[in-house]
């Protein structure tokens, strides 16, 4: 890891109640955590970057869903100033909707940090509390319609991974939060830092911001029962650069090519050839956001066979050729929204 300069404790506090979801909390705070211990642990910097507070209206135990508690460690009223205030969701959202006074004290507060926001719904908190209005927002797919009616000036983008506007941060479910939180690591500290967190972590340096909360591989897991398309999603998903031709994929499943396709559309809800261009699109959107080599290579790795099929693949798929993609990716704050070409 590279010298980092000197850098000042942000105070980042996470604010939970009863009916949690547990990786809303836990996803986020052990980004900021681990950037901290692979900072300050190795002596790379003086102080730890972050210091991450979990609060409550009361301090104490707090159920979640998965009925494991977790302990805030101060109250809301005590929580004093903050470098980055979450929100974060769950179950227990509907009750926390509910509280004046918790809904009050988000109104005043989080506009004096550097940057506030949301996992998953806590953005409907946000709403509740007038901090969404004329925003650009996400949160779980499943809540999208909820926040709207809290929210009905807010511009919500259902599929988004995560949404910046200016100061205000929102993302989609549960891990969803972790890339979120990981971006943030990223414009703080840099990408080197972020990079070997996601390594620690074993995710993805940078799940787009504006990547399909609805992917072609979860989409299919969700909907297969069939243990057929199951293995072969699977091999589609590791060999996006393999020959996936209608006629070749139903001869791994023993099937007539127009028994195969009438299948697989039923299984999945997509054609053969749109899984494979979604995958490929997919796979291409991770090699341009976290490498550095040539469009001819991704071209090549993702079975596009030609620069200029994976330039028409991204301007239907994006709005954008894959340069400029790229180059979004790579400009900090000022990300590219794959799917609609604004600036987050």
């Known amino acids: 890891m590279h010298e980092f300069p000197a850098v000042t404790t942000r105070r980042v506090g996470m604010v939970a109640f009863d009916g949690i979801q547990i990786l809303d909390v836990a996803g986020p705070i052990e980004v900021f955590s681990l950037a901290s211990r692979l900072l300050f642990e190795h002596g790379h910097v003086a102080e730890p970057p972050y210091e991450v507070v979990l609060a409550a209206w009361q301090a104490g135990p707090l159920r979640s869903s998965c009925g494991i508690s977790l302990v805030a460690g101060c109250s809301l009223r005590e929580l004093g100033s903050v470098d980055t205030l979450l929100v974060s969701g769950g179950n227990g959202v509907t009750a926390a909707l509910a509280d004046e006074a918790l809904v009050a004290w988000l109104a005043a507060e989080a506009p004096l940090a550097r940057r506030y926001g949301s996992v998953c719904t806590g953005a409907l908190l946000l709403a509740r509390a007038g901090l969404l209005v004329g925003r650009r927002v996400t949160t779980h797919w499943g809540y999208t319609g909820e926040l709207a009616e809290l929210a009905p000036s807010a511009r919500i983008e259902p599929d988004a991974i995560y949404v910046r506007d200016q100061r205000l941060w929102t993302s989609a479910g549960v891990t969803a939060g972790m890339d979120m939180a990981l971006a943030m690591v990223e414009e703080d500290l840099g990408r080197r830092l972020a990079l070997d967190v996601a390594r620690q972590l074993v995710m993805y340096l940078k799940r787009p911001g504006g990547q ?131 600036s987050l």
């Not at 994976?310 to 794959?338: H, K, S, T, W």
């Open 212 to 342: 399909s909360q609805y992917s072609a591989p979860l989409a299919a897991q969700a909907m297969n029962e069939d243990a057929r398309f199951q293995a072969l999603v699977a091999w589609i998903i590791e060999h996006p650069e393999r020959e996936l031709s209608v006629s070749m994929l139903a001869e791994r499943t023993g099937m007539s090519p127009r028994h195969f396709s009438r299948c697989f559309h039923e299984e999945t809800g997509l054609t053969p050839a749109k899984f494979v261009e979604r995958v490929r699109f997919e796979a291409a959107q991770r090699f341009l956001a976290e490498g550095d080599q040539s469009l001819e290579s991704v071209a090549a790795r993702c079975g596009f066979g030609s620069t200029e099929t994976l330039r028409r693949v991204f301007m239907r798929n994006a709005g954008m050729g894959p340069g400029v993609y790229r180059l979004g990716m790579r400009c900090g704050a000022e990300q590219i929204d794959a799917g609609t070409g604004a």
